[in-house]
């Protein structure tokens, strides 16, 4: 799934092609699933016609904020969303598929919109493209103070918490912590290969219960969380660019010949890569540098068990509801959630939509 690196990524590209450009027309296909809250008529009405004046991102979720009157496009990837333009391959989560193709209109296309080029008198066509349909475009009026975006917890890199917050909030929680990292209304954009790479640097083991954490590891976690994603970004989530000693570079395959022989460990002995499942994803770990702390590690395997089954039931997907009426509890839990972090210490929707304003070009 497109983490917070590869949002950002196609953020950039959005940028790049429509800020300050008029969407001249758009073309829709109809999907009572992807568009949520809205239907593609009413899509391809509300955008038509006005200019790009922002493209922002939070989390996974990112969207275009338009002039003139109206709502604002709010995309979220899903599994398998992504981004193409017209003569261009289409933008891929890792590797690109051996069927991939320029041919258009692109298979699986939910919109595309004809953007005006006025500097160079041309239009540049680009597609959303979702083949498992499990991403969403929805319209909203501010974008940061409704949902999806308003119950999500902090961005690493747009607001990432003081430590002090950053600490309670872990110790309170019983879950591992590789759940508590894939918790959307916890840290926002933060999927499963950036948590097991926070993890790895932070050298904790993803099924460390939050509340055993001594201050060693919630300040390594704490550096590690925001330095990961900027890293990757500043990349713009070119992973054959990674560092070298990342565990991204080595993670594919589960131990396949030639897969992980090279990462190595500091003292130049080879690591030794492990998969266990947290939190109802596949991670992977260092067994020579992300050790289990005692009082964990001493459980039986059925306790054990038995609490992985209880923190999964708690954890929230990353994935966006289809509404918010179908989870009427989860909104319930995550609107006190929300409560919570919304402190002197942590970004509230006011102070975001004044950063947002500071950071538009021109200001």
Not at 64 to 81: Q, S, Y
Not at 121 to 133: P, S, Y
Not at 151 to 156: A, H, K, N, V
């Amino acid at each position: 799934m497109p983490e917070l690196p590869e949002v950002e990524r196609a953020a950039k590209l959005v940028r790049d092609v429509a800020l300050g450009n008029k969407i001249v027309d758009v073309e829709t296909t109809e999907d009572n699933i992807v568009y949520s809250g809205t239907s593609h008529l009413e899509f391809a009405q509300t955008v038509k016609g006005r200019r790009v004046t922002n493209v922002g991102r939070y989390g996974k979720v990112f969207y275009l904020e338009l002039d003139g009157e109206g709502k604002m496009p709010v995309l979220h990837f899903g599994m398998t969303g992504t981004l193409q333009i017209k003569g261009q391959l289409a933008m891929y989560y890792r590797e690109t598929p051996r069927k991939a193709s320029t041919d258009w209109p692109p298979r699986f296309m939910k919109f595309i919109l004809h953007v005006e080029d006025s500097t160079a008198q041309t239009i540049v066509h680009l597609a959303f493209l979702d083949a498992r349909r499990l991403g969403r475009v929805r319209l909203c009026a501010d974008p940061l103070t409704e949902p999806p975006i308003s119950t999500l917890g902090f961005d690493p890199i747009l607001s990432m918490p003081d430590f002090d917050w950053f600490k309670q909030a872990v110790l309170k929680r019983g879950c591992p912590i590789k759940a508590l990292l894939l918790d959307q209304s916890f840290s926002a954009g933060v999927g499963n290969w950036v948590a097991d790479e926070i993890l790895y640097h932070a050298r904790v083991h993803p099924e460390e219960r939050c509340s055993v954490l001594n201050d060693e590891q919630l300040r390594a976690l704490y550096k590690h969380t925001p330095e990961v994603c900027r890293v990757a970004v500043e990349l713009n989530a070119d992973d054959t660019r990674f560092p070298e000693d990342w565990l991204f570079k080595h993670r594919w395959g589960k131990g396949k010949k030639g897969k992980n022989r090279e990462l190595k460990l500091p003292d130049g002995k080879p690591a030794t890569i492990k998969w266990i499942t947290v939190g109802g994803r596949t991670s992977a770990y260092v067994a020579e540098l992300q050790r289990l702390g005692q009082r964990v590690s001493g459980l039986t395997q059925t306790t054990r068990g038995q609490r992985r089954d209880e923190s999964e039931a708690d954890s929230e997907s990353d994935l966006t509801p289809l509404s918010e009426d179908e989870v009427p509890n989860n909104t319930e839990r995550t609107s006190k959630k929300r409560k919570a972090v919304t402190s002197k210490h942590f970004p509230t929707a006011s102070q975001r939509r004044k950063t947002r304003s500071a950071d538009r070009p021109g200001s």
